[in-house]
């Protein structure tokens, strides 16, 4: 079992940053991609970016491509979104997840992942 912790959302305006963290625990933190998705109100939940076992290979959605930052400390088993520009339409609540994949994969889909944190509300003003 891997336990995951989010922490670091709450309101920003419109162009402001918020930086998430998501703190792993159960098992060895770095067997493990990483990846954040989001959901709104009365949407599916979807894909925001995702961080391979080492770190070396990212991925994001063309929706954040540019402005959000993912990102793994494997010392401190902790992954990290970094979230600058943020919009109205980013407001949601982000989860974190990990997935046993293998090497330097990078999981997009929510079906790839087994661990889930239990989320962390990000609400962006206008």
């Known amino acids: 079992q891997v336990q995951l912790v989010e922490s670091g959302g709450g309101l920003v305006q419109d162009g402001g940053s918020l930086r998430l963290s998501c703190a792993a625990s159960?098992?060895?933190?770095?067997?493990?991609?990483m990846g954040w998705f989001r959901q709104a109100p009365g949407k599916e939940r979807e894909f925001v970016a995702a961080i391979s076992r080492g770190g070396l290979n990212t991925y994001y959605a063309d929706s954040v491509k540019g402005r959000f930052t993912i990102s793994r400390d494997n010392a401190k088993n902790t992954v990290y979104l970094q979230m600058n520009s943020l919009k109205p339409e980013d407001t949601a609540v982000y989860y974190c997840?990990?997935?046993?994949?293998?090497?330097?994969?990078?999981?997009?889909?929510?079906?790839?992942?087994?661990?889930w944190g239990q989320g962390t509300q990000v609400t962006v003003s206008s």
């Open positions: 159960g098992r060895t933190f770095s067997n493990y991609g």
């Open positions: 997840a990990a997935t046993a994949t293998a090497g330097m994969v990078v999981a997009t889909t929510k079906n790839s992942y087994s661990y």
